[in-house]
Structure formats: structure tokens, C-alpha cells
Antibody
Framework: QVQLVQSGAEMKKPGASVKVSCKAS????????ITWVRQAPGQGLEWMGWISAYNGNTNYAQNIQDRVTMTTDTSTSKAYMELRNLRSDDTAVYYC?????????????????WGQGTLVTVSS | QSVLTQPPSVSAAPRQKVTISCSGS????????VSWYQQLPGTAPKLLIFDNDKRPSGIPDRISGSKSGTSATLGITGVQTGDEADYYC???????????FGGGTKLTVL
């Protein structure tokens, strides 16, 4: 079955970086993008950006584009999200999700399935 | 403050119908496809509706989606206690050039 499995919880100090991985299985990795969404404690969903596993193109949310890098390794069907210069308000559960379908003349932004989530805690 | 507006909470008795609204603008819902997600407590979101009104395989037909103008609606008929969850709408925003989500709606089954 289609599945995304993420790396484990991380605890970081302010100013540090974190790199979360997302291992895909059960589908052709390069036929989809991988989207990253985070959820602060008790809050809603916040889209961070996505990367095309087809050609590596990225699209980052404006509020974090200077601190985030998303990459993929097609040889291992893994996606990575690195967030730098961490702050306390980056404390959240970070999710990867499959989607959108690529390549496509019109990108349709629905995400299925989602990884189990990775808790990143930023605290001094 | 989310770009898409959802009611913070809705409630329904078992076996009743509930609807959850999602209001946006021409830069998002008005000109792009809407999807809906269910998030059970302590779990990852799950896709319920894509392309405004389509259900992925495995989602029962008591779940429905619709869109009209700059608003979208999620409908659940025959509400069950297992439907208690947070529900989110999402779509692309052409002005922000990113995906936007509603603030989420908590469904309580009375």
C-alpha cells in the first residue's frame, strides 16, 4: 500500500537546524510531489511548500522560504525537509504528504496519504 | 487568521447530517480545486474529498463535497461517534502562490 514513513522526533536549540526525512513506498516516487505541512501545538495546518520528485522543482511558502530547503533522493524514494535558524515558534509536528501529481499542465493540490508526523521541539 | 474561514465547531446528534463551510475568495476557492481532510485526535490528516467533490477510494458516500463561487461545503450524513475529529479545507491561492488551509472545524457528536 502507499505509505510515507517519517523520521523520529527531534529536540533542537534555537538557532540550530533540523532535517526531517520521509520514506515513500507503494507507488512510483517520481510521479508525484512531496508536500510538507506543519502543525503547531493546538493549532491548524500550515503549508510549508512542496518539491516535485519528477524534476526537483520546489515552491516554498513565502514566510519561511529563506530558511527551508526541500530535497528528494529518487534512488531511495526519500524526501527531506531542512529548516534552519530554528525558533521556539517552529515547535510543531511536521508532516510530509504525497501530492500533487507531476508533471501536470494544471497542478491539483490534494494530499494523500500523509506521513505519521515528526515532532520537532525547539527549546533552550 | 486563516485565509479560508471555517466555523470553529459544529455539532450533531448521531445519525443526523452536518455541514461544514469553508469561505474564501476569487484568488483561492473561486478559481481552484478544494480538498477536505479529517484529523482524528492524535493522528495525521486524512484526505476525504479532492477536486471539490470527489471521494478517494475507501471514503464512504455519506461524505460529500461541493463548491459554489468562493465557498465550499463538506457534508456528512449519518454522523457517528467515530466522526468526531477536526476537519480542514484546503486549496491553492493564486495571489499568495501557495496552499492555504482553513482554521479547522471541530465536529462533536452529541
Amino acid at each position: 500500500q502507499v505509505q510515507l514513513v517519517q523520521s523520529g522526533a527531534e529536540m533542537k536549540k534555537p538557532g540550530a537546524s533540523v532535517k526531517v526525512s520521509c520514506k515513500a513506498s507503494g507507488y512510483t516516487f517520481t510521479s508525484y510531489g512531496i508536500t510538507w505541512v506543519r502543525q503547531a501545538p493546538g493549532q491548524g495546518l500550515e503549508w510549508m511548500g512542496w518539491i516535485s520528485a519528477y524534476n526537483g522543482n520546489t515552491n516554498y511558502a513565502q514566510n519561511i522560504q529563506d530558511r527551508v530547503t526541500m530535497t528528494t533522493d529518487t534512488s531511495t524514494s526519500k524526501a527531506y525537509m531542512e529548516l534552519r535558524n530554528l525558533r521556539s515558534d517552529d515547535t510543531a509536528v511536521y508532516y510530509c504528504a504525497r501530492g500533487p501529481v507531476v508533471p501536470a499542465s494544471i497542478l491539483r493540490y490534494w494530499f494523500d496519504p500523509w506521513g505519521q508526523g515528526t515532532l520537532v521541539t525547539v527549546s533552550s | 487568521q486563516s485565509v479560508l474561514t471555517q466555523p470553529p465547531s459544529v455539532s450533531a446528534a448521531p445519525r443526523q447530517k452536518v455541514t461544514i463551510s469553508c469561505s474564501g475568495s476569487s484568488s483561492n476557492i473561486g478559481n481552484n480545486y478544494v480538498s477536505w481532510y479529517q484529523q482524528l485526535p492524535g493522528t495525521a490528516p486524512k484526505l476525504l474529498i479532492f477536486d471539490n467533490d470527489k471521494r478517494p477510494s475507501g471514503i464512504p458516500d455519506r461524505i460529500s463535497g461541493s463548491k459554489s463561487g468562493t465557498s465550499a461545503t463538506l457534508g456528512i450524513t449519518g454522523v457517528q461517534t467515530g466522526d468526531e475529529a477536526d476537519y480542514y479545507c484546503g486549496t491553492w491561492d493564486s495571489s499568495l502562490r501557495g496552499v492555504v488551509f482553513g482554521g479547522g472545524t471541530k465536529l462533536t457528536v452529541l
